[in-house]
């Protein structure tokens, strides 16, 4: 089954660029920056919840500097080609560094330079209207021979940290709108969950709404059923996460057919679950409600979207007939315009043939 999950087209809606870096060049970078003390710390398997947002902040330290930031995009965006990811989301939270000459625009466009340098994989990320390099229309080869260079979309989500003010969130949704034709799909609401007021990003969110810009929130990594009801209501595009609703919130959440993000190992090292079997996914996925498999964050938790379907085939029993649909599904809830949902069809098409003949 890690086989055929390896091979299986697979789309990525919820990785958080910082969190997807390789060990390795953490590990470079702090040597770079002569921190010898770091490695324990960042090789460690097991984290709290809390530990992760400390550990951001030191990857922050290493990363936010505009040559590292087209560095890691292009490792990251390399590593999910490498296992058959033919779409990407790629989240990332736009950041302001004055020593480094950075503004949040800067961060961005470093990110795109990225995306831009990528030789190794065939990267489509500008919207079709103004693309060079737009994947062709009947990519039936994608993931099957391996003497081809792997083809890859990736779109933009601009995040949103729960530490920032009304007007620093609105300075991101205002440059997420200003980027839509450089592969920016939407904006995403993240940060350590004990930080922050909804009330605090609520108008960016709305006018994010409003400029009809895509909107997924982090919801419900901790119990907080006043905000859980409120994200709830505020009726975004995708939620992420949903460990800590209650009973009146699934009620809301099932009616509405608002996909969830499912971030399995995620949940699971930050003990937002005690085991995998009893994550609500299962609940979720029974009742035909709308969800597709994430990973969060490759480098922090050790994983990658081959290993999240396998754990999820191998903890629910799945076939590869499930495994397939479960991947397939996902495709109606990307943020890419329909032309991208047209061609992620003929791909998994094409596949299908493979898996099963
Ligand atoms: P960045 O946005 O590329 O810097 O990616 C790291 C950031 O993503 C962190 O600083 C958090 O704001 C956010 N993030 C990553 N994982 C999580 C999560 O599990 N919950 C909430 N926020 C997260
Ligand atoms: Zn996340």
Redesign the pocket.
């Known amino acids: 089954m890690l086989e055929l999950c390896r091979e299986l087209p697979k789309i990525e809606l919820h990785a958080?660029?910082?969190?997807c870096v390789r060990d390795s060049t953490l590990l470079e970078l702090a040597k770079l920056l002569g921190a010898t003390d770091v490695e324990d710390v960042i090789l460690k398997k097991g984290r709290s919840l809390k530990e992760?947002?400390q550990l951001?902040d030191l990857?922050?330290i290493l990363t936010t500097d505009h040559a590292i930031l087209t560095r890691i995009t292009q490792e990251v965006i390399e590593d999910f080609a490498s296992e058959n990811v033919v779409y990407l989301e790629l989240?990332?939270?736009p950041?302001k560094n004055e020593a480094k000459g950075m503004t949040k625009r800067s961060y961005m466009e470093a990110v795109i330079d990225g995306l831009r340098a990528i030789d190794t994989v065939e990267v489509a990320f500008l919207p079709a209207a103004n693309s060079e390099n737009l994947i062709g229309s009947l990519p039936n080869d994608i993931t099957h021979n391996e003497t081809q260079r792997k083809k890859i979309f990736v779109r933009l989500l601009l995040?949103i940290?729960r530490r920032e003010t009304t007007a620093a969130a609105m300075e991101t949704v205002n440059l997420a709108l200003e980027m839509k034709d450089m592969g920016v799909v939407g904006i995403d609401l993240?940060?350590?969950?004990e930080v922050g007021e909804w009330q605090t990003f609520l108008p960016a969110l709305q006018h994010a709404k409003e400029k009809g810009l895509p909107v997924t929130l982090?919801c419900g990594?901790v119990p907080n059923n006043k905000e859980i009801h409120s994200m709830l209501d505020f009726y975004p595009q995708r939620i992420g996460?949903a460990c800590y609703l209650e009973e009146e919130h699934w009620k809301k959440l099932k009616a509405s057919k608002i996909p969830v993000e499912i971030?399995l190992t995620?949940n699971y090292r930050?003990e937002r679950i005690s085991t995998i079997k009893e994550h609500h996914f299962a609940d979720l996925y029974n009742a035909n409600h709308p969800v597709s498999l994430c990973t969060?964050?490759v480098g922090?938790f050790s994983t990658d979207l081959t290993k999240e379907y396998d754990l999820a085939a191998s903890t629910f029993g799945f076939n590869k007939e499930e495994v397939f649909q479960l991947s397939r599904n996902v495709i109606k809830f990307v943020f890419a315009d329909d032309d991208v949902k047209r061609t992620l069809a003929a791909i998994y098409d094409a596949a299908e043939k493979r898996f099963m003949p």
């Open positions: 958080h660029l910082n969190g992760c947002f951001f990857y922050h989240r990332t939270t950041k995040s940290d993240s940060g350590n969950p982090h990594e996460h971030c995620s930050t969060d964050d922090l």
